[in-house]
């Protein structure tokens, strides 16, 4: 990706100790960052503090954030509730290593929001709980194999670092996308327990499933891709799902780290009124804190109790439970998401304007509280749509350029996508559109080069 040099020498000079620090910190960490992801050109931002809805980095900028902790964060940053509850608990004592009381009441949380979900076990992290999703339908089936979609991610555990970004070249067939592992170190021999399928096309999920029947246990699918910008289901694929796992007999699992508590109360199993049998959550049923959960039917949670290991020294600890508790019983009220959601539509329409205004050719993706930019007028469909018509050098100046103003529209990556918080006003959506209008007349241009 090539940032344009204007765009690019104006982040350098408004962050230069974010450079020197970045510089002197991969002395002593790899990359310079805690997680790969945040590795990016010319050099990442080192943040000071976060409060409200700002980011605050070294050099003294303020950044009005829509990225919000890679979606983590619908609560926005340092929500006074979720620290008042987990400043309440840090006195008695944030790790027991037993059961407490925190444990029915987070599930009860949970299990009133996912309607499909009889128990819950509690991680700490998003890809812990697809980790442990997947390890329970292995068990509850009997099958080593699942079935994957091609540019899904599920976190960074071996089973499923794979073809998440393959890229063009070694795509193989669409309809029987090639397995390709994506990091030194995970064993090659990791692809032959996945098949790997295209979003939104049953008819190639369905040839794949009858080719491996009796071998293929699960499905595992984030309901909309959201590490391919807000790739929605279309034509009911996932109620076509639900159907092909109980023809074939297998566990299905809805992965809503990045849904989860954000696109309804329920999730995208509440949104598109589906019944997965498993699903994996994190980031924002958390309010910033690292908790994760995953959940499902009875019988199948109950092999938990026969043979499926689920251990972890952190797993369910009061700290994190306070947060979550308050985050889902007190913050992310009814009234919260209505006024979210009617920001998320502000935004996404305020951004149609713009860009028509601008001749700049694109649309918004957006479902409620989750939405981008995307640069094309082509439908994305799934993750070959968006690699071959989305032009990665106008969504990543796009960043940077609303960096430059101040903005921090999404998480750095092309195919990511805005949250809107509970912290976040119409004020805070206008600036956000005032930065966007300032800007995409020379996206504009750039894109009619
Ligand atoms: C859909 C999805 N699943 C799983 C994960 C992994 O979550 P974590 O980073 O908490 O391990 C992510 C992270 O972005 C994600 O987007």
Redesign the pocket.
């Known amino acids: 990706m090539q940032l344009w040099p204007d765009i690019e020498s104006e982040y350098v000079e408004r962050t230069p100790t974010s450079e020197r620090l970045h510089r002197e910190t991969r002395a002593h960490v790899p990359a310079g960052v805690a997680?790969t992801?945040r590795n990016w050109d010319p050099h990442p931002l080192f943040v000071e503090r976060a409060s409200g809805v700002h980011l605050y980095d070294v050099d003294g900028n303020a950044y009005l954030d829509f990225a919000l902790n890679?979606?983590?964060a619908m609560v926005g940053h340092a929500h006074p509730a979720v620290n008042e509850a987990v400043a309440d608990q840090l006195g008695d004592g944030t790790l027991y290593c037993h059961p407490h009381e925190l444990l029915s009441e987070a599930a009860v949380e949970i299990k009133r929001r996912w309607d499909p979900i009889d128990l819950v076990r509690f991680t700490?992290?998003?890809?812990?709980?697809?980790m442990h999703a997947i390890r329970v339908a292995r068990a509850y089936s009997g099958r080593d194999k699942i079935l994957k979609i091609e540019g899904?991610?599920?976190?960074?555990h071996d089973y499923?670092l794979i073809s998440k970004s393959t890229p063009e070249g070694k795509w193989g067939h669409p309809k029987r996308p090639a397995k390709l592992v994506e990091s030194a170190g995970v064993p090659e021999q990791v692809a032959e327990t996945v098949e790997v399928a295209p979003f939104n096309d049953l008819e190639a999920v369905e040839s794949i499933l009858r080719e491996h029947r009796n071998e293929i246990g699960a499905v595992i699918v984030?309901p909309i891709v959201?590490?391919v910008a807000v790739t929605q289901p279309r034509e009911r694929f996932l109620h076509g799902l639900r159907e092909l796992c109980d023809e074939y007999g297998l566990v299905y699992i809805f992965?809503?780290?990045?849904?989860g508590a954000k696109v309804a109360p329920g999730g995208a199993a509440e949104y598109y009124g589906v019944e997965p049998d498993l699903v994996?959550m994190?980031?924002s049923i958390g309010g910033n804190f690292?908790v994760?959960a995953f959940g499902g039917s009875e019988e199948i949670m109950r092999t938990i109790e026969d043979d499926a290991a689920h251990f972890g020294t952190y797993n369910g600890n009061p700290l994190v439970l306070r947060a979550l508790v308050t985050v889902l019983r007190d913050v992310l009220t009814d009234e919260a998401y209505e006024r979210a959601y009617a920001l998320g539509d502000a935004l996404a329409q305020g951004y149609e304007d713009v860009m028509e205004d601008a001749g700049l050719v694109g649309h918004v993706d957006q479902v409620t509280t989750q939405g981008t930019a995307v640069f094309t007028d082509h439908e994305i469909r799934n993750y070959r749509d968006f690699q071959t018509h989305v032009d990665p050098d106008l969504q990543e100046n796009y960043f940077f350029g609303m960096l430059n103003r101040g903005v921090m529209a999404q998480p750095h990556g092309i195919a990511q996508q805005w949250t809107i918080s509970v912290q976040h006003d119409r004020a805070y959506v206008d600036e956000h559109l005032e930065a966007f209008k300032d800007l995409a007349p020379r996206l504009a241009d750039e894109q009619s080069l």
């Open positions: 997680s992801f890679n979606g983590a700490n992290s998003g890809t812990d709980s697809t899904s991610y599920h976190g960074v499923v984030e959201m590490n992965d809503e780290v990045k849904t994996a994190a980031k690292p994760g």
